[in-house]
């Protein structure tokens, strides 16, 4: 197998293994060192000797020797009696049942549960859920957040410590808390993708590596749940977002609005697949906000150019948002979308119902600014783009607002 197959064939059973190891023998942090180290030897080994004919039952095999001499480790360390009765060594409960049981049982569900577990911080959360079900590497998920490596294994160990000590047993919650548990392991997806597709900070509009992740991992939610219309509306959303990406950033790598994009460069393979998912999710309802937002990701990403966008549409669905969650962000985008369907005016009034919600976030500003050049008020725009800017945290950002400024003032 080619070594990029075998890259991808070890990130997609990551969470499997640990999963299995964290289900049959608990010691969560334990068990993510010896995955680690299962698949480091994986990574080395297969490329040159042959994948083996079951890759899963091979890595938890490895993984629970590791695991074994981990324990032993722990037991020397502490001495403890009270602790070193209360473990069983994996070699005790190795059989090969069970070993074909855990080969055939994909806990990787069970496992984003476990990261998402509400007692997490979302930094947590999100650190967790990438280092232990992506099976991304604590330094990859550092640079992908710009903090520092020590930072964020810090990060990570918190939440490992946290895990353990709230006694969380691992497997499916319970039935009365599945929907909220669910909820909460997609908005960590949304937010990983968010951050990848718009970098709140540092030099980079986007950060791919991470938007790619989320649509990783939401593929695999989606395929454990197939039925599940969010989960289905999530991965629809990423897709059909995701899409405009090739032509968001000019070769300065600032950014180009949607309505100057050239739509030639979307990528049609996505928006394809975003729309037959959302065909596929809306009928099973009930309609929840991500299948809503993908149906306005497709509105944009169906519309032949920027004059012809169904903004009326578009309005009703940041509507219907509005009537799920009072978000100070969802009110910004429908006061957009009431300016671009009824006028500037009538947009910049629905926008002073925001208040000070977020008078500290750029994006406000941006939006006034944008209104008010529709509107004709050249100097107030200025002073909203000037504004916007000083707001922005995003380096590409603060360059394109500030050009914005200095075109009309030279206008």
């Known amino acids: 197998m080619p070594e990029g197959g075998t890259e991808e064939l070890l990130r997609a059973l990551s969470p499997q293994v640990l999963g299995a190891l964290v289900r049959r023998y608990g010691h969560f942090d334990l068990a993510e060192d010896a995955t680690q180290e299962a ?10 000797e042959g994948t083996p004919d079951n890759p899963r039952a091979w890595l938890i095999t490895v993984a629970s020797r590791r695991l074994t001499d981990l324990l032993r480790a722990e037991q020397a360390r502490r001495r403890r009696e009270d602790i070193v009765t209360q473990w069983t ?12 049981r855990a080969a055939d049982t994909d ?17 947590s959360q999100i650190a967790l859920t990438l280092r ?4 991304l590497t604590t330094a990859e998920i550092a640079r992908a957040f710009l903090v520092p490596e020590s ?14 000590t709230s006694g969380v047993p691992f497997g499916m919650p319970p039935e009365a808390d599945r929907a909220a548990r669910l909820d909460a392991a997609l908005h960590v997806l949304y937010l ?23 649509i990783r991992l939401t593929r695999i939610v989606h395929r454990l749940l197939p039925e599940d219309s969010e989960a289905t509306g999530l991965l629809a959303l990423m897709l059909l977002t995701d899409a405009r990406r090739p032509a968001r950033t000019g070769p300065d790598g600032v950014p180009v609005p949607m309505s100057e994009q050239d739509r030639s460069r979307w990528n049609g393979e996505y928006i394809a697949e975003g729309v037959a998912l959302l065909s596929e999710a809306l009928p099973h309802g009930p309609t929840g906000p991500f299948q809503i937002q993908a149906a306005i990701a497709a509105l944009h990403d169906e519309a032949p150019d920027a004059e012809r966008t169904d903004w009326p549409q578009i309005e009703a669905l940041y509507g219907l948002l509005l009537r799920l969650s009072d978000n100070p962000v969802v009110t910004l985008n429908h006061a957009v979308a009431v300016g671009m369907a009824q006028g500037p005016r009538q947009g910049l009034a629905a926008l002073e119902k925001l208040g000070d919600r977020l008078s500290g976030d750029h994006r406000f500003h941006a939006a006034r600014g944008h209104l008010l050049e529709m509107a004709g008020d050249t100097a107030t725009a200025v002073e909203s783009y000037v504004e916007a800017a000083r707001h922005a945290a995003s380096l590409p950002h603060q360059r394109y607002l500030h050009a914005r400024a200095a075109r009309l003032r030279d206008s």
């Open 39 to 48: 698949l480091l030897a994986a990574s080395t080994q297969w490329p040159a």
């Open 151 to 164: 930072t964020m294994t810090r990060r990570i160990s918190r939440a490992k410590t946290a895990i353990k």
């Open 192 to 214: 990983i993708f968010n951050e990848g597709y718009a970098s709140t900070s540092g030099p980079d509009l986007t950060r791919s590596e991470l938007s790619a992740e989320a």
């Open 89 to 100: 060594l994996p070699e005790e409960q190795l059989a090969p049942a069970a070993d074909r």
């Open 132 to 135: 232990a079900v992506g099976g």
């Open 107 to 123: 806990d990787t569900l069970i496992l984003l549960f476990l990261c998402c577990h509400p007692s997490l911080s979302p930094a």
